[in-house]
């Protein structure tokens, strides 16, 4: 018999490809633009700006205001790793604080209102993952429920007057020091290393980027992509939570007026402006993190250069755009 043999018809030649330079460009401006831009800044300021290289100016000034963004802006770039978007989170931060505050003057101690404070911005958390996962509702829908109605329940708690108070312990969050270093600064840099790990080194951020980068084929990969997202809604409400109490203790009062309002606009901008896709299925924590010391020194130096603040805003949002552009430009 005949031995029958197969071949395979010559494969066409393939010509080689010449490497764009205009992706190349986008590439490398989308990884370390955030970072270039932190470094031309303060090169700027060290040579224009008075007293700018002092630790007061640095850690006091830069890094803590920058803080309450950055550790808000770290959960906010939790949900868009798995292709979602958290509007509500000025709104929790407002319902915490009220939280946190009544608590307080109900004569509870400050550990058990941290606690419930913590807790009820984790129950939105909560409340917005179930309308994403379990009722298929499209995030920016579903946050932007919480983000109307939430306003409206921390004003309906306190009769939207301001709350005031004075404990030393509740307000060690906003107001306290450790080694020196204020405590909002320390929250910023022990949640940036709890989340860089978990993504690094840990089974759920193996899921989380999978959840976000293909959510069908982790499915049948076995991965629960609904719990995966639940957490990622839970844990960006719970930061969130914390920021309100720190924003208040250093205030001293609980506005639920003016408490996180705008505060999801500079979160979505620090994570865009660090390279991180919005479309999920990345996350870059140091990224982000550089995203949001950026754009609050970029505001604090043209401010300090005598600009109008609006101009500062402004010149801010060109910076998004030129963002978001080169993520386009770098697909």
Known sequence: MAEVTTSRPPEPAVPPTRPSRGRSWAGVAREYGAGILLVLLFAFNVAFTPNFLTVQSLVDVQLRQAAPVAIVALGMALVIAVAGIDLSVGSVMAI???????MLLAGAGPAVAV???VLAAAVCGLANGTLVVRFAVQPIIATLILFIAGRGIAQLLSGGQLIGFRDPSFQFLGLG???GIPMPVVLMAVVAAALWFVVRYTAYGRTLLATGGNPAAARLAGVRTGRVRMAAYVTCSTLAGLVGLVVIGIT?????NNV????ELDAIAAVAVSGTPLTGGRISVIGTLVGAVMLRLLQNTLVAQ?????????VTGVVIVIALFVQLRSR
């Open 96 to 102: 915490a604080g009220q939280v946190g505050a009544l």
């Open 115 to 117: 606690l419930l404070a």
């Open 177 to 179: 020091r450790i080694a």
């Open 252 to 256: 001293s009062a609980s506005d639920a």
């Open 260 to 263: 996180g309002l705008g505060v």
């Open 306 to 314: 005598g600009a109008p603040r609006e101009i500062a805003q402004i």
